[in-house]
C-alpha cells in the first residue's frame, strides 16, 4: 500500500506561482508512476500532470502545458508539481496518485491509478 499526502496548497494572485508537494510512505515509491489530478468547483476530476517512474518522461494537460512542471526525488519518495503563470481556472483541489506497484509508465485517467491523496486547495484570485 502507498500512502500519499499533499502540501503547498494555498491561495494566490493571478499570474504568481505555487509549489505542490506530495510525500509518499509504504510500499515503494520508485516503480511507480505518478500524476497529479484537479478538481475544481462543479466540475469533475480532470488529469493535470502525469510522470514516469525514473522522472525522465513527463506529460501534460492542454491547459497547463508550458506553466507546470512536474518533477520526483525517488530518495526523498516525494513527487512536486511547480505551477506558474497562475490563472483564475486553475482554481481546485489538487490531488496526487499513485500508479499500481510495477506500472512506471505514465497515465492519463483516474482508472490508471491505484492510490490517491486527500487533496489540497489551490484557489488563484484575479
Known amino acids: 500500500q502507498v500512502q500519499l499526502v499533499e502540501s503547498g496548497g494555498g491561495s494566490v494572485q493571478a499570474g504568481g506561482s505555487l509549489g505542490l508537494s506530495c510525500a509518499a510512505s509504504?510500499?515503494?515509491?520508485?516503480?511507480?508512476?505518478m500524476g497529479w489530478f484537479r478538481q475544481a468547483p462543479g466540475k469533475e476530476r480532470e488529469f493535470v500532470a502525469s510522470?514516469?517512474?525514473?522522472?525522465?518522461?513527463?506529460a501534460y494537460a492542454d491547459s497547463v502545458k508550458g506553466r507546470f512542471a512536474i518533477s520526483r526525488d525517488n530518495i526523498k519518495k516525494t513527487m512536486y508539481l511547480l505551477m506558474n503563470m497562475l490563472k483564475p481556472e486553475d482554481t481546485a483541489v489538487y490531488y496526487c496518485?499513485?500508479?499500481?506497484?510495477?506500472?512506471?509508465?505514465?497515465?492519463?485517467?483516474?482508472?490508471?491509478?491505484?492510490?490517491w491523496g486527500q487533496g489540497t486547495r489551490v484557489t488563484v484570485t484575479s
Open positions: 496518485a499513485a500508479r499500481r506497484l510495477g506500472y512506471g509508465a505514465i497515465a492519463y485517467t483516474e482508472a490508471d491509478y491505484d492510490h
Open positions: 509504504g510500499r515503494t515509491f520508485i516503480n511507480n508512476a
Open positions: 510522470i514516469d517512474w525514473s522522472g525522465r518522461s513527463t
